[in-house]
């Protein structure tokens, strides 16, 4: 019996410890959460004495895919970016990871350097970056083979390419954080699993795709549900500029700003599903 | 026709230098040739200057008048050490009391999110209790819902309460563990915290200290360096949120990257009719770029070791 009442006072003294973050959750949160899914399905008028709101089933849903002519391209060209985004920011940041992880000098140094732009890049910033036109390898559209290639591909492809040639440098400013996630799983894997790789005659090139790769599987997880948080939530997203935008137009307001936005959570969050589904998925296959 | 007039005992020295030479160059391990290094150092370095490439454009630019512009042969180094920029620049600014309204509504925030991601990150890490599973994964989960669709109702709730245009609309969620990425910090405590040896803690309770006195005593000193991290990385993070801060400050509040956003307008008001002066050009905004940056650089410049093992001890590579 004293056993049990002591277990309980532990159990209510550690919910104490909670207690701000369950009342913030409820508060700021939860019901944040459910009051925007409510908005979504109204009219909201705002009135000298408050809110007004008329129930309007999913009109503002359908508005959404019909009236408004920006959503549905500004989403779409979001998600574009968002899939040639990803796997470049964590297929850099690992090659970077890599790098610093060999025996080389000035490993401080050149850390010190990746990681700035999570420091300096903030909305205005990169606006003003990108306005003077250096978020692009400098004049690398001079070069005569970039011009063949462009020619020489049509379509799809053609976008891509020109898109990663005006945006790359931002795209790499994003890798930061994932650099030094992967820094720091390296680091921390045992090097006997390499030296007993070697003994058997593996070669480097065997050694990162049989050894380095399958420990750092799960870092790459991380890794990706970060880049896909933090791209999606940076405050140059044009989804999120439109939401902003249609908060305070008239013919519009908070009940279609909500509904944007709940269907931008939904989208983020198929998106992740997916994305961390697949990889799990093949991580269990291969791995395991 | 030479080595087949080699003697022996010469093509057997050859052998020698040039396995030596292979070592020198190709390395024993793979990871310690010369080549190896040198394609190691110059992707590195040549990386390192496409990162810090608009950096050093801003810098340089940020230096030049109308002249150096204009002037096609001057590319990075400017002719004159020009100035006027940033004088144009830290008045259209407003610098020091933007900068002081900054430091304003992103400490104290900061502060409060530390405090208490320590507090909730040392409840999950030491007690035990019903439900705490589900609890852990519904603050991972707060990490992935994104603020714009808490950003109405929040607004809606504060407008109520009349603190729109006051810090309040930022510390208020902070203090309960909702603010910027708080689930980030409540896990990097979280983390911190189950790593601590727990002797310490029993034996202090043996000595009759209660939970609340040994978490003051002794967790949080021990905690000093997630303390630092947390501090840090919540400081840079609030410095540079703009949607939301310009959304529940309205016209009362600013930070230096919203003046920023509203360089040009406010260059333009400062100057208009004013014939005498120049019309905004390059050199101004990148001056106006670099001043709004340039207190994050200085805190980066002496921290930064805490930043970079930040995400060490954050504790997602797992321990």
């Not at chain 1, 049990?4 to 949160?29: C, E």
């Not at chain 1, 891509?160 to 992967?182: A, C, K, P, R, T």
């Not at chain 2, 010469?10 to 793979?30: E, H, P, W």
């Given at each position: ?9 532990r159990?209510?003294i ?7 973050w ?15 899914l ?24 359908v508005?959404?895919?019909t ?10 060209k ?18 970077i990871?890599?790098l ?17 732009p ?7 910033v990169?606006?003003?970056?990108m ?9 690398i ?16 492809l ?22 030094l ?8 894997t045992?090097?006997?699993i ?27 997880i ?29 013919s ?5 700003a ?25 991580g269990?296959?291969k791995?395991? | ?7 022996h ?5 050859i052998d ?7 070592a ?42 109308l ?6 042969l ?9 100035t ?43 007690f035990?209790?019903?439900l ?25 709730f504060f ?10 609309a ?12 708080s ?5 990097i405590f ?5 790593m ?19 978490f ?25 949120e ?19 956003g509203k360089?040009?307008?406010t260059?333009?008001?400062?100057y ?17 770029t ?10 980066y ?19």
């Amino acid at each position: 019996m004293k056993q049990m009442s002591l277990k309980k006072k532990r159990s209510l003294i550690g919910l104490s410890f909670l207690s701000p973050w369950i009342i913030g959750f409820l508060v700021f949160t939860a019901f944040p959460l459910i009051y925007s899914l409510f908005l979504s399905f109204q009219k909201v008028k705002i009135t000298p004495s408050g809110i007004k709101t008329d129930f309007i089933k999913f009109e503002n849903y359908v508005y959404a895919f019909t009236v408004d002519s920006q959503f549905t391209a500004i989403l779409i060209k979001f998600l574009r970016e968002l899939l040639i985004s990803t796997p470049i920011i964590i297929v850099f940041s690992l090659i970077i990871a890599l790098l610093l992880n060999q025996p080389i000098r000035m490993k401080g140094f050149f850390r010190t350097i990746f990681f700035l732009p999570v420091i300096i890049a903030s909305g205005p910033v990169i606006t003003d970056l990108m306005a003077q036109d250096v978020t692009s390898i400098p004049s690398i559209e001079e070069y005569a083979i970039f011009a063949t290639v462009l020619s020489s591909t049509g379509g799809l492809l053609n976008t891509i390419l020109v898109y990663l040639m005006d945006n790359l440098i931002i795209i790499l400013w994003y890798s930061g954080v994932q650099i030094l996630i992967f820094l720091a799983a390296l680091q921390k894997t045992d090097k006997q699993i390499y030296e007993a790789a070697k003994i058997d005659g593996a070669s480097n090139w065997e050694c990162f795709w049989k050894v380095t790769l399958p420990t750092l599987y799960p870092m790459i997880i991380v890794n990706l549900i970060y880049t896909i948080v933090t791209y999606s939530v940076f405050a140059l997203n044009p989804v999120v500029d439109h939401i902003q935008a249609n908060m305070f137009e008239i013919s519009t307001g908070f009940g279609y700003a909500s509904a944007l936005s709940w269907m931008y959570f939904l989208v983020i969050a198929f998106v992740l599903a997916v994305s961390v589904g697949v990889m799990a998925a093949r991580g269990n296959k291969k791995y395991n | 026709m030479l080595d087949t007039r080699l003697s022996h005992a010469q093509r057997k020295r050859i052998d020698k230098y040039s396995t030596k030479a292979k070592a020198y160059l190709l390395g024993v391990q793979g990871n310690n040739g010369l080549l190896f290094k040198l394609a190691v150092y110059s992707l590195l370095i040549g990386i390192g200057f496409v990162y810090l490439f608009p950096i050093i454009y801003m810098g340089s630019y940020s230096f030049k008048s109308l002249e150096d512009l204009l002037n096609p042969l001057i590319s990075w180094i400017p002719s004159t050490f020009y100035t006027e920029n940033y004088q144009v620049a830290y008045k259209v600014l407003n610098l020091f009391p933007t900068l002081l309204e900054t430091l304003y509504v992103t400490v104290i925030p900061a502060l409060a999110q530390t405090a208490v991601a320590a507090v909730i990150g040392y409840g999950f890490a030491r007690f035990e209790f019903p439900l705490k599973k589900i609890l852990l994964v519904l603050v991972l989960i707060t990490f992935i819902i994104p603020p714009q669709v808490l950003l109405i109702p929040r607004y809606v709730f504060f407008n109520e309460l009349e603190l729109i245009g006051s810090i309040l609309a930022f510390l208020l969620p902070a203090l309960f563990g909702q603010g910027l990425n708080s689930a980030i910090f409540i896990l990097i405590f979280y983390q911190f915290f189950r790593m601590m040896p727990k002797a310490l803690e029993e034996a202090a309770h043996l000595d009759g200290a209660g939970n609340f006195r040994i978490f003051i005593t002794i967790a949080i000193p021990m905690a000093v360096p997630a303390i630092i991290i947390s501090f840090l990385f919540s400081f840079v993070w609030y410095w540079n949120e703009t949607a939301l801060a310009s959304l529940y400050f309205g016209n009362a509040l600013t930070t230096l990257p919203i003046e920023l956003g509203k360089f040009n307008a406010t260059f333009e008001q400062l100057y208009a009719g004013d014939t005498s002066t120049q019309n905004i050009n390059e050199g101004i905004s990148m001056a106006g770029t670099m001043l709004s940056i340039l207190p994050l650089l200085i805190v980066y410049f002496f921290t930064q070791k805490w930043f970079v093992e930040g995400v060490d001890r954050s504790g997602i590579t797992g321990e």
